[in-house]
């Protein structure tokens, strides 16, 4: 809406012969507007009536008013512009401090800055605040508080942001989130063990806070809370776990060149199908396996490794059990015929710990000497402690290698690819001693060494 003589003076300018474009830049209107009002009777748009003097200067086509109007107008365009030299503003603004500062930030800064500039020098100039405010579309109070900004602080107080406390800094809010956040849901009778941000929200709402989902999740943001998976430990419940880790632990630091330390364990049972895993796949590609499958068969293989070469040993079982056992011993005593003695660890299990297991090794020791194979000696792993079975880590490596994503069409395609891994790797760590374990072959979970810390056990490759 507009006064009378406001609309009195565009149609005055209008019959002059002034152009719409013209008349909107020096009323600070839109063209559309403008043109809106001349198409219109003065009883649509205007809400006073005219102050007779303020009307009688915008009937004088050479009045004072619209004569001020129009050079402060081209004044502060030409500033803007930077049409104006350098040395005459220096000249003219001789009182004014950080003048070039100023006036680089009419060149180069943001239009905010440049906005707080034109009014601080124009000000200087003796411009009116009324005409500040049109040409820069701003309020009459931000033109004032720009002029007191910078009469207080200067430059620095001028470009100064206003610091606005949010809600996600109030302490008082903060300990109100974090309270609820710290209790349980059913303390509030909500029936969940976990906190939805619905829930916070409502109970939040319920105490007095009002407060949005976005604020709630910020604030629980900023202090550092995340959501995290609970991973589960892998840990052993034996009574005698650090007994028989130091055990281990000796044998290996004090092992001899005639002796040799061996890690068995089973891989599988595991069905010859097709298997999903992870892997590559091209845009708009969908990766899926069959949850339904025929099985072409399954497989148990049961490996040892032998840790101061590096080299496994494996074959393929119907079961797991002590007869098992005592093949792998009775191959690994032929293997190292050279060696006084072999170390067999294994886990726990029943068939790894059977009696008829012990008694078939204390057999072959009485008959070691003169038969010329070695000593056999167990180094047993704490129960439950899987994780520290050094072939596990090599099983996880053949499984990432081999088995996951493949589609074996048998049994014995199958057999020949674990087969040729195995034969593969133990040729590049007789060629490479030295390397054993710092090479990643396959893709192993750790190094091929005992070490405590070690989690050899991946349960996602098994």
């Known amino acids: 809406m507009v006064r009378l003589e406001e609309w009195m003076h565009i149609r005055e300018m209008h019959r002059r012969g002034v152009s719409c474009k013209q008349i909107a830049w020096r009323m600070g209107r839109d063209r559309k507007t403008v043109r809106k009002y001349l198409l219109s009777a003065p009883r649509d748009y205007c809400t006073l009536r005219p102050r007779p003097a303020t ?10 008013l619209g004569a001020k109007r129009d050079e402060a107008f081209e004044w502060m365009n030409s500033l803007q512009q930077g049409a104006i030299r350098l040395s005459l503003l220096e000249k003219q603004f001789s009182q004014v401090s950080e003048l070039k500062r100023l006036l680089a930030v009419i060149r180069d800064g943001r239009i905010s800055q440049r906005k707080r500039v034109i009014a601080v020098l124009a000000a200087e100039r003796g411009i009116r605040n009324s005409l500040v405010s049109s040409f820069l579309h701003l309020s009459r109070k931000s033109v004032l508080r720009y002029r007191r900004l910078f009469q207080e602080g200067s430059a620095a107080g001028l470009f100064k942001r206003a610091t606005v406390r949010s809600k996600s800094q109030d302490d008082r809010i903060k300990q109100q989130v974090f309270a609820l956040l710290h209790s349980p849901p059913q303390a509030f009778g909500i029936n969940r063990s976990s906190w939805k941000m619905a829930d916070l929200q409502e109970v939040l709402r319920a105490q007095g806070q009002l407060l949005s989902r976005d604020l709630i999740r910020k604030i629980i943001h900023e202090a550092g809370y995340k959501w995290r998976t609970a991973r589960v430990v892998l840990t ?11 055990a281990i632990v000796g044998i290996l630091s004090n092992l001899g060149e005639a002796e040799t330390f061996c890690s068995i364990d089973e891989f599988g049972p595991f069905a010859v199908r097709e298997k999903g895993g992870r892997k590559r796949v091209g845009p708009g590609e969908r990766y899926t396996v069959p949850q339904w499958q025929k099985s072409k068969g399954s497989l148990i293989i049961t490996a040892a490794l032998e840790l101061s070469h590096n080299q496994v040993t494996h074959f393929y079982s119907d079961k ?3 007869h098992e056992m005592i093949k792998m011993m009775d191959l690994l005593r032929n293997q190292h015929r050279d060696c006084k003695i072999i170390y067999l660890s294994w886990d726990a299990a029943s068939w790894h710990m059977s009696k008829d297991l012990f008694e078939q090794i204390t057999q072959r020791n009485v008959q070691a000497s003169a038969e010329g194979y070695p000593i056999v000696k167990t180094a047993p792993l704490p129960a439950g402690a899987q994780f520290l079975n050094v072939i596990e880590s ?19 395609s199958a057999k020949e690819s674990i087969d040729r891994y195995y034969a593969d790797r133990n040729e590049f760590f007789r060629a490479h001693p030295r390397r054993a374990g710092g090479k990643i072959w396959g893709q192993e979970r750790v190094q091929s060494r005992f070490r405590e810390g070690n989690n050899c056990k991946d349960p996602l490759y098994r």
Do not use: E, W
């Open 236 to 246: 052993s419940r034996d009574p005698d776990y650090q007994a028989k880790v130091d």
């Open 394 to 412: 090599v099983f996880s490596g053949m499984a990432r290698a081999i088995i996951h994503n493949s589609d074996y069409c048998s049994i014995t």
């Open 55 to 64: 009307l009688g200067r915008y009937r004088d086509s050479q009045g004072i």
């Open 320 to 322: 797991k059990n002590t």
